[in-house]
């Protein structure tokens, strides 16, 4: 079985002083995985870091310093990564419900391109363009209707879902354009969903991309970018034996499938795959309470922390690393403290026989993990630590 360096004996000795619960963040695996994603992308790719996975400044330093871009859903995002230092025209803005408010401060911003979802979206961004006297760039966030066969909550590239403009709609898409002086088509963006394994799935959206790109080229239509979005999957299971994603299996798919011409650039919007891995969240056990049929390991984490598991049932692998070389003793339902009983991380998980104040690690937490936590039950807001 494969064992994390990062909970060295010094190490969780170092945890151990910590107040729980918090993020503890692995720099050292980040840069490794900025790295390797750098050399994969090559200067052919064009990389823009999803903010909605995790927008912590000192991990956006890290990527901002790696060379690459940011993909925003929000006015705030947009700032965020503007604040940190991302180059305001490295900033892709998307979102199927962007406010007044937040278009007017990427207006100002003159980010490099906004991913519109709807014709109503277009003639928006157009009218406050105008007000100030200026054209933004856009590209038309498509809905391909390709399966990306994941958690239906996290399937975003299907007619029934409510993201991006549909093929039906592309003819008068092209008729609004043309009446409109304040935004230039640029590109065409496509995201079908997250936490996606297949790479087939890729090669579906390359044949999608390929036909419609065709179609708005010979429209005349001056598609100078196309974005591929994000949603690379990662080994939740195996997080130490696959720590870093092989992003050159997956740009080689896109050599081989998407037929872009030679002058298009083109673009993605990876998160998880460059922040999940190095993100562990960690916890103490409070109590342990064993029952008749079922054994409860009560931690001081729970859903506000961590909401995936509640959310999608999404499998997380949890460690006791105050324990992290003896071998497995009992099964626990492994559980938070929060009054509702989705909030549990795992049912029947496999570890040595624990006691109150042992350290547990959930694993690959670094993406929709902080920002995604609340504090339901006037919780204290997590912290984070870095190492
Ligand atoms: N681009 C767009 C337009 C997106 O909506 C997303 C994710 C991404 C890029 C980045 O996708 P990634 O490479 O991280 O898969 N909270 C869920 C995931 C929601 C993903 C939302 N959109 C979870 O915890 O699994």
């Known amino acids: 079985m494969h064992k994390s360096d990062f909970f060295s004996p010094a190490r969780v000795n170092q945890l151990q002083q910590i107040e729980t619960p918090y993020y503890a963040y692995d720099l050292a695996l980040l840069n490794e995985t900025l790295s390797q994603l750098k050399n994969a992308a090559g200067s052919k790719y064009h990389v823009h870091y999803a903010l909605k996975a995790n927008a912590h400044p000192q991990l956006l330093n890290k990527i901002l310093a790696a060379g690459f871009g940011a993909d925003c859903v929000s006015g705030n995002e947009v700032q965020r990564a503007i604040d940190c230092g991302f180059k305001n025209s490295s900033i892709v803005f998307a979102g199927v419900g962007k406010s007044d408010k937040e278009i007017h401060l990427a207006l100002d911003a003159d980010i490099f391109c906004f991913n519109v979802e709807s014709i109503a979206e277009l003639n928006v961004i157009d009218a406050l363009a105008e007000q100030k006297n200026k054209i933004a760039n856009i590209a038309l966030r498509i809905n391909p209707n390709v399966d990306a066969y994941t958690h239906k909550y996290i399937t975003t590239g299907l007619e029934e879902n409510k993201f991006g403009i549909n093929p039906y709609e592309f003819e008068e898409v092209i008729a609004v354009l043309d009446g409109l002086k304040h935004v230039q088509l640029i590109g065409l963006h496509f995201h079908i969903g997250s936490q996606i394994k297949d790479l087939n799935v890729f090669k579906n959206l390359c044949l999608k991309v390929n036909d419609i790109n065709r179609w708005f080229l010979q429209k005349g239509l001056k598609i100078q970018h196309l974005n591929l979005g994000g949603g690379l999957g990662i080994d939740y299971a195996e997080p130490d034996k696959n720590a870093i994603v092989d992003f050159n299996s997956f740009f080689r798919l896109f050599d081989d499938f998407l037929k872009a011409e030679k002058s298009q650039q083109i673009h993605f919007e990876l998160g998880r795959a460059i922040i999940a891995q190095c993100g562990h969240l960690v916890s103490r056990v409070l109590y342990?309470?064993?029952?008749?049929?079922?054994?409860?390991?009560i931690l001081d984490a729970g859903m506000t922390e961590l909401i995936r598991p509640a959310l999608y049932q999404a499998f997380h692998?949890?460690?006791?690393?105050?324990?992290?070389?003896?071998?497995?003793?009992?099964?626990?339902?492994v559980?938070?403290?929060?009054?509702?009983?989705?909030?549990?991380f795992g049912k029947s998980v496999l570890l040595p026989f624990s006691e109150r104040g042992d350290l547990i690690a959930i694993r690959s937490a670094g993406a929709y993990g902080e920002v995604m936590s609340n504090r339901y039950n006037l919780r204290d807001q997590v912290q984070s630590h870095f190492f």
């Open 335 to 344: 559980v938070g403290p929060i009054c509702e009983s989705s909030d549990c």
């Open 317 to 333: 692998k949890i460690e006791n690393i105050s324990r992290y070389q003896a071998t497995a003793g009992t099964k626990y339902d």
């Open 288 to 297: 342990i309470k064993n029952g008749i049929n079922t054994n409860f390991m």
